[in-house]
């Protein structure tokens, strides 16, 4: 992954030939950092709560399951805790997040990949409920194992041949990815739970490949709706300015005919601020 120049703290944060510094880090993928932080300060006020002997509250507000389904936000929230019983949960899916999503989000833009990354959590959601109503012992799913497979089997249709590290091994990500489908279909073809959200991994994965050939920006609405504010925006300014013109012509006529004396005061404290504005504006540095 290349980093640019403006995306770098001046002089290197201070440091001789230091890199980009932290905040330009977190500015340039927002979204990845803010699943980023979220999910380490989740994940640690749930150890909190362990050690407090308050177990499990964190995911029953968080977490995803049956009972919080109809909140919908527990369809995106449940990204954010991980297993506080297993540090290697959350390492290996920040690990992910870190190198993976930061690159996708710079290579896609934010909606796409938020589109891409939520899909494949709501859809890994989604699957694991269905499983949930049927098997009714399962419990409430967390951790970003589920849009994180959609981002690992989405770039695997896109670089099929990447090498990755699996293991100290050197493998392709599409011998990966099998490996991974594997992993998962084994316990739930055997019927032997294993207190992991398989299907929400593989419903994941399965979003990943989709959008690969069929993507969608589920946030374009957002955009449209941001420059359509900030069209109306610049419209009601410049019909501001050009009333604000209609008046000054208006009372330059009416000091031409009759002096400044002939101003009211309102009309006079109007062109007070309105020959301040245009003095502001001159003397302002063009960009």
Known sequence: ?????????????????????????????????????????????????????????????????????????????????????????????????????????????????ATLFFGAAITGGVAHLALNAWRAELG??????????????????LEPDRPVVFFFFRVPLKVLAVILVIFDLHPLLLGAPDGVARLAHLGGAAFGLGWFRWRFDAWSWWNALREQRRERRAQRAADRAAEDDGEMDRLLAKIHAGGI???????????????????????????
């Open 1 to 113: 992954m290349a980093w640019r120049a403006e995306w770098e703290e001046p002089d290197g944060g201070g440091r001789a030939g230091a890199g980009p510094g932290w905040r330009a880090t977190l500015a340039v993928t927002p979204l990845t950092s803010a699943v980023f932080v979220g999910a380490i300060v989740v994940t640690f006020v749930s150890m909190l709560g362990l050690a407090a002997g308050w177990p499990g509250y964190v995911s029953r507000w968080l977490g995803l399951s049956l009972e919080s389904a109809p909140f919908v936000w527990p369809f995106f929230t449940y990204v954010l805790p991980h297993d506080p019983h297993s540090p290697v949960h959350i390492v290996f899916n920040l690990l992910l997040l870190w190198f993976l999503g930061r690159e996708l989000e710079q290579r896609l833009s934010r909606g796409p990949y």
């Open 140 to 157: 409430p799913v967390i951790g970003a194992s589920g849009g994180l497979m959609g981002v690992l089997f989405f770039l695997a249709r």
């Open 261 to 287: 004396g002939s101003l009211s005061e309102r009309e006079r404290a109007f062109l007070q601020r309105h020959s301040a504005a245009l003095k502001d504006e001159k003397g302002r540095p063009r960009p």
